[in-house]
């Protein structure tokens, strides 16, 4: 006999799951209150690194049913989702996903949506980058300086080799310019 499992995220110590498992029941499912599990933990770890959801998936077994409302409490992102919903599937796990209608994510439509969120996925992803890269060729092509501020003016750095060739300690170079020892060691290389 298969069972019900919910699955409820949310990010924050002052959010609730409250609304995901009114969503829950409101579609119609029922779900005993000790196969509902709730979570705060980031969106942005692995759902595989989270211990309510390890745990959830020591529980499920193969003919059970998992609930999420959205995709994005299942993983950080659209490949993490598609790897748990795989794993799940293996397991002979049905995943229902609210926000898609219900659908199980694990049928040949659930596939193919996933299929397709993957894809969509993928092409923001690119086009991100591409903008980002654009957007960096042009700023160089402008004759901005890319990358953090420099610590040290090219006279300090300067003055670092020389009292450095003068066996001053690097503890005591940080202190005098107020910067980290590796900042210290960084000049160093660069004039190696």
Known sequence: MSRTFAYCRVSTLDQTTENQIREIAAAGFSVDPKRI???TISGSVAAMERKGFAKLMDRLEA???LIVTKL???GRNAMDVRT???RLAFEGVKVHCLALGGVDLTSAAGRMTMGVIAAVAEF???LLIERTQAGLMRAKASGK???RPRALTDEQQDHIIQKRRQG???GALAKEFKVSRAAIQRVEKRTA
Do not use: A, F, Q
């Open 72 to 74: 994005d409490r299942l």
């Open 168 to 170: 001053i300690s690097l």
């Open 145 to 147: 300086t890319l990358g």
């Open 63 to 65: 003919g059970d049913i």
């Open 124 to 126: 923001e992803r690119d």
């Open 37 to 39: 599990i709730e979570e």
């Open 84 to 86: 748990t919903v795989d």
